[in-house]
Structure formats: C-alpha cells, structure tokens
C-alpha cells in the first residue's frame, strides 16, 4: 500500500526509500482483501448460495416473447471471447506502457526503490506494474459482484425469458394477456435455462467490458506522453469504447439483454472504474507525500537562546508627549510653550561659583 510506506530515505541512495510495512500490508491486509473479494464472486457465479428472486410474469407478454437464441457460449461475441479480452487487452497496454515510461523516464512515474529489512528491494518499475493491474484485477472482480447482485436480488427476465419457460398457458388459466402468473412452478422448460434466464439486469458483458474499457483508455490518457501525434491516444480511445459498445448492441440484438440492462451494465462498469482510478490510484501518477505543517518560530537572540518576552510597560514621557500631540487635547489646540527669556537662564558659570 503506498500510504502505508513511510520511511526515511537510505543515506548516500537519495533514490532508495526504506520501509518496514510494505510487505506486511501486502501480506495481511491486501491479499485478504483480494481473496475474499474472488471468493464472494465465485459464490455468486457457481453456487446457489444467493438464490435469485422469482419475478412473475403476463400471460403472452410480448416484452418477453422473445425466440430463445441458446446458449450463451453460442453468441457471436460470447462470454470466453469478452472475459478474454477484458483481460489481456488492459494487461499488455500496462505493461507496454510502464515498461516504456520507465526507460523514457516520463515524469510523473518515477519513484524510489523501496527497502525493507535492509534486504529486500522492490523495483518501482515492478510496483507499478503489480500495482495498477492488482487494483485492475480487484475492481474487476469487484464489477461481477455488483452485476451478479444486481441479477440475484431483482430477478428480472430477459427478452426470451418466456421461450424458456415454456409455460402450459392452458393449465395456468391464461384467457387474457392481463393475467398475472405468480407460480413458482410456472415454467415447464430446463431449470437451469429458466434460471439464467431470470439474470437480465444489469448486463454482466456489457459491465465487464466498459469498466476494462474505461480503465484502459484512463491510463492511455494519463500516461501516455506522445509528441508526434495528437491522434495516437484518441484513436486507441476510441477503439476501445467502440469495442465495449459493440457488446452491448450485441447482446440487445440477440435478445440476450433489454436496453436497460445494458445501459444499467455501461454505469456500473463506468462507475467503479472511475472511483478506482481516481480515488484509489491516483490517476497512475506518483503519489507523492503530504509536507509536514510549518511550526511557527520564535524569535531568537544573535546566541541562538530564545528570547524572554516580557510585558510592554509605557514610558510617562511617551505618554505625555502622545497627550501633548494629540489634536484631542486642550480643545484641539496644539500645546506652545511659554516664551523663554533670557533673565530666567541662570549661567553655569555663576551656579559654579558660588558652589
């Protein structure tokens, strides 16, 4: 944790920082975190541990009277193709660009060594790259969470839900598309295909493939320095928000997913990667310490002892002589003097001898 790495810095190594609780932090505290976090995502992905809320249908809703298109692995983007994508795309661009922001020696990405148990050293290079795909990886994770959450508590049916259920309309009693179905035991088809098909809302692929996008093209924007062309970072952008896109109008278009179970997936995947980067990360720029608040200083003596202060007592002259010059007094006249004569000088000489 790099808030976590306080040091003094090695004598004769201004580019060394020693710390002692980078490799506990890391050890105890974020490993833990990132273990249980992929632990609760694969109870929700292949477990029944959070069973998902059964939502009732219309007799012949149209909403949801959609052909059932298969499976999922039979889609033209299934789901192997995106997860493989969210993953090697965002790692390669990473590691290409520290590699060549550590040899370019960009500003802003270069940071001290770090040393602990004046042993062990930990190339920033390597800290970075560990760093910015650790987080990537948690927030990814962090993403099936929420969708899969969001799937198991509102239930929602997608587009083919009926065409999976395959309901005995006659045994229900349906006469009107305004009959309400509440059963249960509704759904004549394979339980396993009316249960994926009860998880619409958000959209898990289009979710996971904005959120990779976004991240991406954040650190494109932030760390790539190109001079030669102003158009290399927003055609790379540009590809990969076209990319995410692509699977959302896929997954509409193949009557996998609603409008809004798509659109629901876009903020959700948008959303946690802007708070990683931002908040956690730092816009992928050096984290620099905060400087330590200034102490107000006392004055001091040419010695260096520090000085006594001792309380301001007023001179009766510098009083008198404040009275006597200011234009409040004696009715706002200034104060004259009597005249001096010289019979009322007495010479020194005279007082010197009589003495």
């Given at each position: 944790s790099r808030g976590q790495e306080r040091g003094m810095a090695v004598e004769g190594k201004p580019s060394v920082k020693s710390s002692s609780s980078i490799v506990p932090c890391f050890l105890f505290v974020e490993l833990v975190i990132m273990a249980g976090t992929v632990l609760l995502a694969y109870y929700f992905e292949y477990t029944d541990t959070f069973p998902v809320h059964i939502q009732g249908f219309f007799c012949y809703d149209k909403t949801f009277s959609k052909p059932y298109p298969g499976p999922d692995h039979s889609s033209k983007i299934p789901p192997v193709l995106v997860y493989s994508l969210?993953?090697?795309?965002?790692?390669?661009?990473?590691?290409?660009?520290?590699?060549?922001?550590?040899?370019?020696?960009?500003?802003?990405?270069?940071?001290?060594?770090?040393?602990?148990?004046?042993?062990?050293?930990?190339?920033?290079?390597?800290?970075?790259?560990?760093?910015?795909?650790?987080?990537?990886?948690?927030?990814?994770?962090?993403?099936?969470?929420?969708?899969?959450?969001?799937?198991?508590?509102?239930?929602?049916?997608?587009?083919?839900?009926?065409?999976?259920?395959?309901?005995?309309?006659?045994?229900?009693?349906?006469?009107?598309?305004?009959?309400?179905?509440?059963?249960?035991?509704?759904?004549?088809?394979?339980?396993?295909?009316?249960?994926?098909?009860?998880?619409?809302?958000?959209?898990?692929?289009?979710?996971?493939?904005?959120?990779?996008?976004?991240?991406?093209?954040?650190?494109?924007?932030?760390?790539?320095?190109?001079?030669?062309?102003?158009?290399?970072?927003?055609?790379?952008?540009?590809?990969?928000?076209?990319?995410?896109?692509?699977?959302?109008?896929?997954?509409?278009?193949?009557?996998?997913?609603?409008?809004?179970?798509?659109?629901?997936?876009?903020f959700t995947g948008g959303a946690i990667a802007v708070f990683l980067v931002t908040c956690v990360i730092n816009s992928f720029q050096q984290m620099l310490p905060n400087p330590l608040p200034l102490r107000p200083q006392r004055p001091e003596s040419v010695l260096g002892m520090p000085m006594v202060t001792l309380p301001c007592v007023e001179s009766p002259l510098e009083k008198l002589h404040g009275d006597l010059r200011s234009p409040r007094s004696h009715d706002h006249q200034p104060y004259r003097f009597p005249p001096v004569t010289p019979d009322v000088l007495i010479p020194s000489r005279s007082i010197s001898s009589e003495v």
């Open positions: 969210v993953t090697a795309i965002p790692t390669v661009t990473i590691v290409i660009g520290e590699l060549c922001a550590f040899f370019t020696k960009a500003e802003g990405t270069q940071e001290k060594t770090i040393v602990t148990a004046d042993c062990c050293y930990f190339n920033p290079l390597l800290r970075r790259i560990i760093r910015f795909l650790g987080v990537y990886a948690f927030g990814l994770f962090t993403t099936t969470i929420f969708v899969n959450a969001g799937q198991v508590v509102t239930g929602n049916q997608t587009p083919h839900f009926l065409s999976a259920c395959r309901p005995n309309y006659t045994a229900l009693g349906c006469q009107s598309t305004m009959q309400y179905i509440g059963e249960r035991r509704a759904c004549t088809g394979n339980p396993l295909i009316v249960m994926s098909a009860r998880k619409s809302f958000p959209s898990k692929d289009a979710a996971l493939s904005v959120y990779s996008a976004v991240y991406t093209v954040m650190y494109v924007t932030l760390v790539f320095k190109t001079k030669g062309t102003r158009l290399t970072k927003p055609t790379i952008s540009l590809t990969l928000f076209c990319l995410a896109m692509l699977v959302g109008v896929v997954r509409v278009a193949e009557y996998r997913n609603h409008w809004g179970d798509v659109l629901a997936g876009f």
